[in-house]
């Protein structure tokens, strides 16, 4: 606040805004915040990319099976999940898809999903290269597999 002086004593004068200090102050509550709520937040995120991951490969196993049912077995590696889309040149005859409504999508992080049969613990294996891109790894870059 200031004051004037005017003739007759001293008079007050308010003048609107805010000190250095209180913004300061309001500056360094909202530090604190973002510093508290997020590495929460990313790390939720994180594990909403794995979920999402783990749906997609659910989806996909559902597909695989219904493809086995009309063809009566699932595809090979060479043919990939891209036999859900398209009948393969083998067993085209019983082939009834496409078993899949859009095309294959990329993982949650933009690689594409691979697809072995046989599988390492399995008829077949689908698998999620994590963030990273790369076998192995742990947290968010592990991989995902069915």
């Known amino acids: 606040m200031y004051f004037a002086i005017k003739q007759g004593g001293l008079r007050r004068r308010h003048v609107n805004g805010f000190t250095l200090l209180e913004l300061l102050v309001v500056i360094v ?12 937040y990313f790390s939720q995120l994180g594990k909403s990319e ?18 086995r049912l009309d063809v009566g077995r699932y595809p090979n590696t060479e043919e990939g999940l891209a ?11 019983k082939w009834n898809g496409p078993y899949l409504k859009k095309a294959l ?6 690689h594409p999903f691979q697809y072995r049969a046989p599988g390492a ?16 790894g742990s947290g968010d870059a592990a991989d995902i597999t069915n």
């Open 29 to 40: 509550i909202i530090g604190l915040l973002a510093a508290y709520v997020g590495p929460k």
């Open 121 to 136: 613990k399995g008829e077949y294996e689908i698998l999620s290269l994590g963030r990273d891109g790369q076998p192995g």
């Open 50 to 67: 794995v979920t999402i991951a783990k749906a997609q490969i659910g989806a996909f196993e559902k597909s695989l099976d219904t493809y």
């Open 83 to 93: 036999a859900l889309l398209t009948a393969p040149a083998s067993g085209a005859a």
């Open 105 to 110: 999508p990329p993982d949650p992080w933009g």
